[in-house]
């Protein structure tokens, strides 16, 4: 019975293996990294594909072909015409999009990826200040452009710096009502890549930037995460200063009178430990007023950064997605008109969970 079993698996996975489209690797040219920009003609995308040269001393060469045209899908096909052997997409790992262009909306060159069955869902997508057609020519780092960028963006994902974000997660915030897409926004040169802060979409359309110094605020917002961020507390009657390192958080919504004119209070509980205190003695008092200061501190930066939301009208924290779900009276067109007017409150609860020596 084993050996009929066995005779059928083999069969069968024969059978798999024949109808395999297989690709030597030495046959290919494996795109790890692909940039978009506008032309000269603003109708006119540019493409640059990037592809590592592994030599024979282990060392990894980055080279790039360009191509122009007015239809993504074109661009394929062109830059296809210029290797000398077939570009595979399965290997991308991250795609990055100018500023120019993304303020006119990418919506239709991401669905060329999400459409393609060789491209990760995972792929990490990002807006860049910079020329592509030139810095991705830059060696960053001993790996290839593709896996370094991709390597920066997960890195700084996991340490909770940037808000968790890739191809299957933006295109879901663009289709879902009640809520916009994200993604990083970074600055490349001819020497470094830079992480800046979070891109901010309208729909598919690039809109504005938070920068670095604000993402704190925005995970404690958007998400439910653990951060490697730092949090700096000024208490104002001492003339002293306290380092706080977050360690974790929880975020609740109170939505009241949802049907009709709804208020909105985000809760934000923050778990976090002291650093580094420029003073003479940290006392328990002084403590309570670090956790005090903190609270104040985050709700106001909090309260701001929404309002700045809302006089742009974007929905990146996704507060509609949350009223959405919490009533059966979903009205996406009403929503858009309400949101900019509905007052939404921060109240922010800190404790400190180790501060070293307490005199």
């Not at 009929?4 to 109808?19: A, D, E, M, Q």
């Not at 830059?138 to 909770?160: A, K, P, R, V």
């Not at 001819?190 to 925005?218: C, H, P, R, S, T």
């Not at 609270?295 to 309002?307: F, V």
Request: charged share 30%; net charge neutral.
């Amino acid at each position: 019975m084993n050996k009929r079993i066995n005779l059928v698996l083999f069969s069968f996975l024969f059978f798999l293996s024949g109808c395999l489209n297989q690709k030597i690797i030495d046959d290919v040219q494996l795109v790890t990294a692909a940039g978009y920009e506008l032309g000269d003609n603003e109708e006119t995308l540019v493409a640059t594909a990037v592809f590592p040269i592994y030599k024979p001393d282990l060392t990894v060469e980055n080279k790039t072909y360009t191509s122009s045209a007015e239809l993504s899908k074109v661009l394929r096909e062109k830059i296809n015409r210029k290797s000398p052997k077939p570009l595979v997409s399965g290997k991308i790992e991250v795609v990055l999009y100018s500023a120019e262009l993304a303020e006119k909306g990418i919506y239709d060159i991401i669905d060329t990826f999400r459409r393609d069955p060789a491209t990760g869902a995972k792929m990490f997508l990002a807006v860049t200040e910079g020329n592509l057609k030139k810095d991705l020519q830059t060696q960053y780092g001993e790996s290839d452009n593709g896996m370094f960028l991709s390597d920066l963006i997960e890195h700084n994902i996991e340490s909770g710096i940037l808000p968790k974000t890739n191809l299957h997660l933006f295109t879901k915030a663009y289709l879902e009502e009640g809520r916009d897409p994200i993604l990083p926004y970074l600055k490349l040169d001819d020497k470094e890549v830079n992480i800046l802060g979070v891109a901010l979409f309208k729909g598919d359309q690039y809109i504005d930037y938070l920068k670095g110094e604000d993402n704190f605020i925005f995970m404690l917002l958007n998400e439910r995460k653990a951060s490697d961020a730092s949090f700096s507390v000024k208490l104002d009657d001492h003339g002293e200063s306290a380092s706080v390192f977050h360690i974790g958080s929880k975020r609740s919504y109170s939505i009241k009178n949802i049907d009709k004119d709804p208020t909105i209070t985000i809760t934000v509980k923050t778990e976090a430990i002291i650093q580094e205190y420029m003073g003479e003695k940290l006392t328990k008092e002084l403590k309570r007023k670090v956790e005090k200061q903190m609270e104040e501190d985050i709700k106001k930066r909090a309260e701001k950064m929404i309002r700045m939301f809302q006089d742009l009208n974007i929905d990146p924290l996704g507060v509609g997605f949350q009223i959405k779900h919490r009533t059966r009276k979903w009205d996406n067109d009403k929503w858009k008109d309400q949101y900019p007017t509905i007052p939404i409150k921060v109240k922010a609860k800190v404790k400190i969970s180790e501060s070293g020596v307490i005199s």
